[in-house]
């Protein structure tokens, strides 16, 4: 009787903690803002050096007052730097700050506002080690229309000038996030039409493949410590994961028939919890596996690890090392695995999620 009744407290306050748990994380505080983006276009210009030339243009309509401080944030997780930050208003540039924080860059501006009025801003930077290597072929890979806001977005478009040398050499074009209709402008230009309005929290990414060769870009210094870091972390998640299950089912088998119940909750938790987006907080995030080279007995082999949000479209690629099991081994370790998902970087790699990003206000 004593046992029934502490069982009851145990299922009692699990339900209680879970039923907390699925409340917090999925509300969406979603407070009505007195402004959205008309449009936001954004033009990418790689220069032969491999940097970018980014030029976004942003125009802001607001519908009752609010504060006069806009701001833009960028991931430095995907790129070597950026400079020669500025922002444009009727043709001017007017005054602006940066600073880093969070490894994001944050840019700063201020305006006056008598609403109900429009603002048209024209932010411009260069990235500098913003290309990525991916194998023999090297990626323009950028989340052009960023995940990180509060208001939508009516219209938006993304155009990618290459160099004369790349003219005709482009092997893919492709994008991700929000529903958009890519399309070849000339041999060296392509454009990324959203073919709707874009949600808040929800981004354009763009990615463009072309041979390494032309080029010959060396690989950006976040990418060659990235590799590394990635690889650490993948294989320590997968083992940590491993590791879980394995005490979890010890201990339901050597256990009372609450310690099983016990077992039973947290591991649908957990199956439902590796669905999480931590970008949208919502429970829609596939994992896939791909094996790139499988592993011998003298070498090493990748897999590519593929982390997709159905709902607000975050994408991110990772490759890990796995090793070589012996068949005819009763025991042995199994080869790396994938990381947590959720709306972050990580580094590059062979096929890494693209840069930029952030969000704006």
């Known amino acids: 009787?004593?046992?029934?009744?502490?069982?009851?407290?145990?299922?009692?306050?699990?339900?209680?903690?879970?039923?907390?748990?699925?409340?917090?994380?999925?509300?969406?505080?979603?407070q009505q803002l007195p402004f959205y983006w008309d449009n936001i276009n954004v033009?990418?210009?790689v220069q032969t050096n491999g940097d970018m030339l980014v030029t976004e243009t942003q125009?802001?309509?607001?519908?009752?007052?609010?504060?006069?401080?806009?701001?833009?944030?960028?991931?430095?997780?995907?790129?070597?730097?950026i400079k020669d930050v500025t922002v444009q208003e009727n043709n001017q540039i007017i005054p602006s700050s940066t600073g880093?924080?969070?490894?994001?860059?944050?840019?700063?501006?201020q305006h006056r506002l008598k609403a109900p009025e429009s603002h048209t801003f024209v932010i411009k930077y260069r990235v500098v080690g913003g290309l990525q290597l991916d194998g023999e072929n090297t990626q323009v890979y950028w989340k052009a229309i960023a995940a990180g806001r509060k208001a939508p977005v009516n219209t938006g478009k993304?155009?990618?000038?290459?160099?004369?040398?790349?003219?005709?050499?482009?092997?893919?074009f492709t994008n991700f996030g929000a529903a958009a209709v890519p399309r070849q402008v000339d041999p060296k230009t392509f454009e990324f039409v959203a073919s709707q309005p874009i949600p808040p929290e929800q981004e354009?990414?763009?990615?463009?493949?072309?041979?390494?060769?032309?080029?010959?870009?060396?690989?950006?210094?976040?990418?060659?410590?990235?590799?590394q870091s990635q690889t650490a972390?993948?294989?320590?998640?997968?083992?940590?994961?491993?590791?879980?299950?394995?005490?979890?089912?010890?201990?339901?088998?050597?256990f009372p028939i609450w310690i099983s119940l016990l077992y039973l909750i947290l591991l649908t938790i957990y199956i439902y919890l590796?669905?999480?987006?931590?970008?949208?907080?919502?429970?829609?995030?596939?994992?896939?596996?791909?094996?790139?080279?499988?592993?011998?007995?003298k070498t090493k082999g990748k897999d590519k690890v593929i982390y997709h949000c159905n709902n607000c479209g975050y994408h991110h690629e990772k490759i890990v090392v796995t090793t070589y099991i012996d068949p005819s081994s009763d025991g042995g370790g199994g080869g790396g695995g994938g990381g947590g998902g959720g709306g972050g970087g990580g580094g590059g790699g062979g096929g890494g999620g693209g840069g930029g990003g952030g969000g704006g206000g």
């Open 158 to 172: 993304v155009t990618v000038k290459l160099p004369d040398a790349l003219s005709g050499k482009v092997l893919s």
């Open 274 to 297: 590796i669905t999480f987006c931590f970008r949208c907080k919502k429970f829609t995030l596939d994992k896939n596996r791909q094996v790139i080279s499988t592993a011998t007995p």
């Open 233 to 254: 972390s993948g294989t320590g998640n997968f083992f940590l994961d491993i590791f879980l299950m394995i005490v979890l089912f010890i201990a339901a088998m050597t």
């Open 43 to 45: 033009i990418i210009d």
């Open 100 to 109: 880093i924080e969070n490894n994001e860059l944050w840019i700063r501006w």
């Open 59 to 81: 125009k802001y309509v607001f519908t009752a007052d609010y504060n006069t401080e806009r701001y833009r944030y960028i991931p430095l997780s995907k790129v070597d730097e």
């Open 1 to 30: 009787m004593r046992n029934q009744r502490l069982l009851k407290k145990i299922i009692y306050f699990l339900m209680t903690s879970l039923t907390v748990f699925m409340v917090t994380v999925t509300h969406a505080a979603a």
């Open 204 to 227: 354009l990414e763009v990615q463009i493949a072309f041979p390494q060769v032309i080029l010959n870009i060396p690989q950006p210094g976040w990418q060659q410590t990235g590799n």
